[in-house]
């Protein structure tokens, strides 16, 4: 039989790479909740409806992208391929608006989008995000991105990432804008690619996202959309930016980025970085103040963006980060079948007093044991002979400076607290 492997563009985490996991995790809680977001965890998958509305029948993800399948009872169900619509769909089940007026939540969880496998893009690939609900005010927007900025600090991504900010504006705006848009390509409309072309009748902003360079050119004298902006869209792009630089968060403004999902309005925002190649985006984010109405809740402005994890872990390894061995405080070399009670029972006691210890059930040899102990990233070997069984004893070898002594057994846990205290 052939050999099973895992699908095309997925990925294990192997033990050796799920430190790196669970530093990021540690960062992402302790920032999300020093601001007030509590984590919440919504089902892989969904009704497909939650993604067909949510997202928009005409955005890539839902057209091409989306892994559904018909339920045995007829139902149209989809594995996630984004966390936004799942958490609105949530807010208005479980009437959370009514809780509070504002709501702060965050998540983590892996994602699917039947994409094209490449570096930094899978098709089952992890977020991690937040989405506040309930003001439409500015400084909303600025506390949900100075959240992505200190996570991205915290991780020492800050130095490598730049935030790309503009404002799509409300949909007054778009709707002028997209006609203006139109005026100015439809005798150029033949140099479009295909993509585009379709763009040109479902989604005229998103042809500003393309990548090909003719088109890039073209659309360099396109009308922009902050021409079409309301009064009160400017008056919210200001403030924002003024906000943000009181928070020394710096920024450059692309007028050309509109973002490939449909609920946006206003704000929208990325963090890119060069050291990811062509798949540059860490995060992403804006505004989504019509989803919620969309989704069959009450009208709630909301604003968030969700980062893949696996590209803040690719750029971190750009730094030049090695693998961190894992960090036990010790390991238990056993030297003979006798003292294995001894090594079960004493490894258990440290345990419960939070000590980390592993010890080797392959019966090897002292040498052998010992090399598994330093390859291990222990701090100690504790070693159990013969003679440490007769007299109630245990060798405690120092790994980082070489130095050994024998301590009572029954002073072991004493040994370790003492070093911590
Ligand atoms: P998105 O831009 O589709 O936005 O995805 C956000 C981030 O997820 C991207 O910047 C990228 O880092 C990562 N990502 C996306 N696709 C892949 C992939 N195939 N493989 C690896 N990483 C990927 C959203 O998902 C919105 N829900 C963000 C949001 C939240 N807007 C408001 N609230």
Redesign the pocket.
């Known amino acids: 039989m052939s050999q099973l492997r895992s699908i095309k ?1 997925t990925h294990d985490i192997l033990p050796e790479h799920s430190n790196k996991w669970q530093d990021l995790e540690k960062i992402i809680h302790e920032t999300c909740k020093r601001s007030g977001y509590r984590e919440i965890r919504t089902p892989i998958f969904e009704d497909t409806r939650v993604f067909s509305r949510g ?1 928009g029948e005409d955005s890539d ?1 839902v057209s091409k ?1 989306m892994y559904s399948w018909e339920d045995r009872d007829g139902t149209s169900l989809t594995l996630r ?5 799942s ?1 609105v769909r949530s807010y208005i089940q479980h009437n959370l608006g009514i809780l509070s007026p504002i709501q702060r939540m965050y998540y983590m969880g892996p ?1 699917f ?1 039947r ?1 094209r ?1 490449q570096k ?4 089952q ?3 991690f ?3 506040a609900f309930g003001s439409e005010n500015p400084e909303l927007d600025a506390e949900v991105i100075s959240i992505a900025w200190n996570i991205l600090e915290g991780y020492d991504l800050g130095e490598i990432s730049t935030l790309q900010l503009n404002s799509i504006g409300s949909t007054e705006c778009r709707n002028n804008y997209k006609e203006a848009l139109k005026d100015f390509l439809r005798p150029n409309l033949n140099q479009l690619s295909d993509t585009s072309k379709n763009r040109f009748e479902t989604n005229p902003l998103r042809i500003l996202d393309t990548k090909s360079e003719n088109e890039r050119r073209l659309l360099e004298k396109a009308p922009l959309i902050s021409d079409y902006y309301t009064d009160e869209d400017r008056a919210h792009f200001d403030s924002l930016q003024q906000f943000l630089s009181v928070m020394n968060i710096s920024f450059i403004i692309n007028p050309k980025l509109v ?3 449909d ?2 309005s206003r704000t929208v925002f ?2 890119t970085s060069s050291a990811l190649g062509s ?1 540059d ?8 103040d019509r989803l919620v109405e969309m989704l069959g809740g009450k009208p709630t402005p ?11 872990l690719i750029a971190r390894e750009s730094l030049g980060e090695t693998i961190r061995p894992l960090n036990n405080n010790a390991y238990f070399v056993c030297l003979g079948e006798a003292g294995i009670p001894d090594v079960l029972s004493l490894s258990n006691t440290l345990r419960k007093a939070k000590i980390n210890v592993v010890s080797d059930p392959l019966r090897r040899s002292l040498k052998s044991q010992m090399r598994e102990a330093n390859k291990s990233g222990s701090r100690f070997a504790i070693i159990l002979g013969t003679n440490e069984i007769e007299n109630k004893t245990l060798v405690i070898k120092d790994l980082k400076k070489g130095e050994q002594k024998i301590i009572l057994q029954s002073d072991l846990t004493k040994f370790f607290k003492d070093l911590t205290s």
Do not use: K, M, S
């Open positions: 563009g997202v993800i992208e391929p984004e966390l936004t619509a958490v994602l989008r994409e496998p930094g893009r899978q098709r690939f992890n977020q995000g937040i989405e973002r490939g999902l609920y946006y990325e963090f798949q985006a860490l995060l992403g984010g804006g505004r989504y909301a604003i968030g963006f969700a980062a893949g994890i696996e590209r803040f």
